[in-house]
């Protein structure tokens, strides 16, 4: 392997590795918000935007590192991206559902909808 070769992946790894701890620090700020009920929504849709570019970086370094070092056995790095990224995901979605105020079912009035038709 060249010494430019090395570097690179030097390089995308140091990437990969900032990409991971923002993830962790997204998946802490979230499992914290998810017990003490305690979430700004505005900060929660701000998290959630940042997310799926944060994916879509990840997975465009984790493919420059198996080209450039011609594997694929880091395959468990990339899960436990996964694994987070989607619990994520799943954890704001419910955070905000929170928020909203819950949905009233409207009940249509069936003399009034008949004399309609």
């Known amino acids: 392997m060249s010494t430019d070769t090395v570097s ?3 390089s995308l790894r140091a990437k990969r590795t900032r990409l991971c701890h923002s993830l962790d620090r997204t998946v802490k700020y979230l499992d914290t918000r998810e017990r003490d009920k305690n979430s700004n929504l505005a900060e ?3 998290r959630k935007d940042i997310l799926e570019p944060m994916l879509n970086q990840y997975e465009n370094i984790q493919e420059q590192i198996e080209e ?3 594997i694929e056995c880091e395959d468990s790095e ?3 991206f996964e694994r987070k990224y989607f619990h ?3 954890l704001i979605d ?3 559902s929170d928020h909203s105020p819950p949905s009233i079912e409207i009940k249509q009035n069936d003399s ?3 004399s309609l038709d």
């Open 8 to 10: 690179s992946l030097k």
């Open 78 to 80: 990339r899960e436990e």
């Open 68 to 70: 450039l070092a011609d």
């Open 88 to 90: 994520s995901v799943g």
């Open 94 to 96: 419910k955070l905000i």
């Open 44 to 46: 929660l849709n701000k």
């Open 112 to 114: 009034l909808h008949s």
